[in-house]
Every structure is written in C-alpha cells, then in structure tokens.
C-alpha cells in the first residue's frame, strides 16, 4: 500500500536498537496470529485477491530478504534460492513470480519449512543490525518492512476470514469478540469551517510515501458524522428496496450488484428470521449498533445517496482526524476481537479502529508525489488508478500503524477488509 520515506527518529546506533526492538515485537505479533491455526487452514486461497497465510509469512521474510540483506549482507546466500519467486508479490523489477491466484496451490513448502525460513530470515537481519554502522538508506528500508508486515498482519485477518465463510462449519478461529457498550454513540454532525488547509505527512516519523509531500487544499465548510453508520441504520436502507433501486447506485456499481447479486454486505445471513453476521469467533447476532462492515465503495455511496448525504473527501477526513490522536481505548487489533464493537464516546465517535471509512476520493498522486528509485518503487506509485482512498483503520489494524494522513486503498467493489462509512454533507 505504500513505499519508502525518510524515517530518522533516532540516529546512530540508538536506531539500529530501536529498529531491532521493532523488528522482534512485530514479528512476534504476526506468529500469533498463527495460534490455534492447522497447517491446512494456512494454505487455503478462497480468491485471487486473498493470500494464504503461509505465503504471508513468506512474503514479509522475503521482502528482508530481497532488499535488505541480499544486498547488505557479506557473502549473502539465499535461504532457498527458488523463493525470490515462490514469495514475490509484485515486484516486476525483481524477477519472476508466482502468479497471484495461484498462491493456494503451494503444498509445498511446508508451513514449517516457512516458519524455519522467517526465523532464519530474522536471525540474519537482527545480526545485520547488530553490527552496527548501517547507511540511513538501509534503516529506511528496515522501517519499511516492518510497516509492510503490519500490513500483512491485517491481511492475514481479513483473508482468514473470507477462507472460512466458504466452509459451511463457519468456523469460529479466535476468542469472542468483546461484549458491546451497553450504549451507542449519539448520532449527530459536526461542523468544520474548511478554508486553506494542510494535508499529508510532515516530519521525521515514519510514513509512506503516498502520504507525501504535505500541500494545502481548499475545503469548503462541511459537516461530517459524530460516527460511523450503524448496522440498524444500514438495515433501514436494506429495508427500503436500496438494494433493488438502481437511481441510488453509481452506474459501474449496479452492474457489480446485479453480478455479484448483493443483497446485504458481506458476512452477513439470516434464515426466516433476525440477521446473523460471520465473525472470527463464528456467527452471531447482529448487534445493531455497531458500525457496518464489509461494505464496498459502491454500496456504501448508495447508502450515502439514500440518507441525503455523501461521503467524505480524504482531505475532509484528515482535517478532521487532525486533532485527534488514535488512544488506547479505540478498536484496534491490540483487543483481539477482531470484529468491529460499538464506537465509545467523543465529538467524533469511532474515528480511528473500528472499520476503515470510506471516502469518495480517487487514490491519486499527491501534487510533487515522487516514485521511490528501484524495484521498491514499485510499492505504491503503480496502484494509483482504479482505486478509493479508506482512512482510519480498523478492528485488525494495529494501533502503532495508523496516523491522521494514512492512505489505504481499494477498488471501489472490495468488501472483504473491514470497510464501513461515516457520512458528510454541505
């Protein structure tokens, strides 16, 4: 979702500590995510667009492997040499790959032969570091893979997810998701007075480049939900005919929903009686005053057009994000549930964590937006069509990741990651 940038918030030595630091704690995060998990279920492809877990573990040990120590390392060989294929992504500029839909025809390598090739892969990195005298240009990359990892660890819990919907048992692979607030947040808007303002990232602190360089934007007064859409409030539209009345939809969007038949977002069922939703601890009822989830781009402006409303630009979000940092008791993936819970109180109810939000702007360039050189630039720059900016986070995303001016991005028909909306309007 994004590439290099300048990240120096320690210099020297104290980096390669602070870097090594980061490198266990979030290694350690991404094996958790394996507890509890067969072999079989971490070899399972249910689309193209959903990657197996063991090829996630692979992939963010081969992304170390590639651009950090096959050129850092003395006398680097490679752990397995048909691996700089086996595991890469995208990377037209490293070589061949494996195509995309057929990641879950890898039998082998075994899950532990992954396992004993990202343990070796962090063994050679951490003593990379501990040696010493590394150039900032390496550190970056560094804090790019671990930022990369983070990446994949959500991806893990969104593409479990859809793999086990498709098994009739539904499964239930994780804990109970946490009992909901015994209130919601208020409904409401909240009004900001626009004028000449300043988007994307500024300073030292690690951010991709896509958050690059920092402009102004004019923005016109506007009002932006206290929260995210409910689940009640979504089955209101369900409830009158939104799924069925095409003068709500974008054109592009109704073909999708005649295609895909959708009649309700993703995971969600019922049988002659009140509706279910899928989560990772197996169904459950769904609780109407969460915010809605698994909804593409599509349906959530449909939404937005049935309300009398629109969702918001990227540039709106982040003004309003600006003020508000991510806490400790927003919906982060730190809490395990991994299903979006009620959002807490606050002038702005569930901001951050939850589900990611979706906004009506095109993922574009920034103006001066740069292509990082080499095969590393290929991280971001070339996405840049076809897609819709989400900001916020989500209920998998962890908390360390997310800052006001993250981009993420998907097409506009994905419903697979924890996508919801909040509205805007003037």
Known sequence: ????????????????????????????????????????????????????????????????????????????????????????????????????????????????????????????????????????????????????????????????????????????????????????????????????????????????????????????????????????????????????RPELWLSDGWDERCRQGWEAPLYWWRDDGPWHSYTVAGDAPLDPAAPVCHVSHYEADAYARWAGARLPTEAEWEVAAAATAPGPADDFAEGGGFHPRRPGAGRLAGLWGGVWEWTQSAYLPYPGFEVAPGAVGEYNGKFMINQMVLRGGSCATPRSHIRASYRNFFGPAARWQFSGLRLARK
């Open 1 to 244: 979702m994004a590439a290099v940038a300048a990240v120096r918030p320690f210099e020297g030595e104290d980096r390669h500590v602070a870097l090594a630091g980061r490198l266990r704690a979030v290694r350690a995060a991404t094996l958790a995510l394996l507890e509890g998990l067969t072999p079989e279920d971490c070899m399972m492809q249910s689309m193209a667009e959903a990657s197996p877990v063991k090829w996630h573990v692979g992939h963010v040990s081969w992304f170390f492997e590639t651009f950090l120590l096959e050129t850092g390392e003395p006398g680097f060989r490679p752990f397995h040499p048909r691996f700089r294929e086996l595991f890469n992504s995208y990377y037209v500029g490293v070589g061949a790959r494996q195509p995309r839909g057929w990641r879950g025809l890898l039998s082998r390598p075994a899950l532990q032969e992954v396992l004993d090739y990202q343990h070796a892969v962090q063994q050679r990195l951490l003593a990379l570091l501990g040696r010493g005298g590394l150039p900032a240009q390496a550190l970056d990359l560094i804090e790019l893979g671990i930022n990369h990892e983070q990446q994949h660890q959500e991806l893990i819990v969104t593409d479990l997810k859809h793999h086990f919907w498709h098994n009739p048992l539904r499964p239930a692979w994780r804990g109970s998701p946490a009992a909901p607030a015994e209130n919601a947040a208020p409904a409401g808007f909240v009004a900001f007075d626009g004028g000449l303002c300043e988007i994307g990232h500024a300073g030292p602190s690690f951010a991709f480049d896509n958050e690059r360089p920092r402009h102004r934007v004019w923005i016109a007064p506007f009002e932006l939900a206290a929260r995210p859409v409910s689940n009640a409030e979504f089955l209101a539209f369900i409830d009158d005919g939104g799924y069925r």
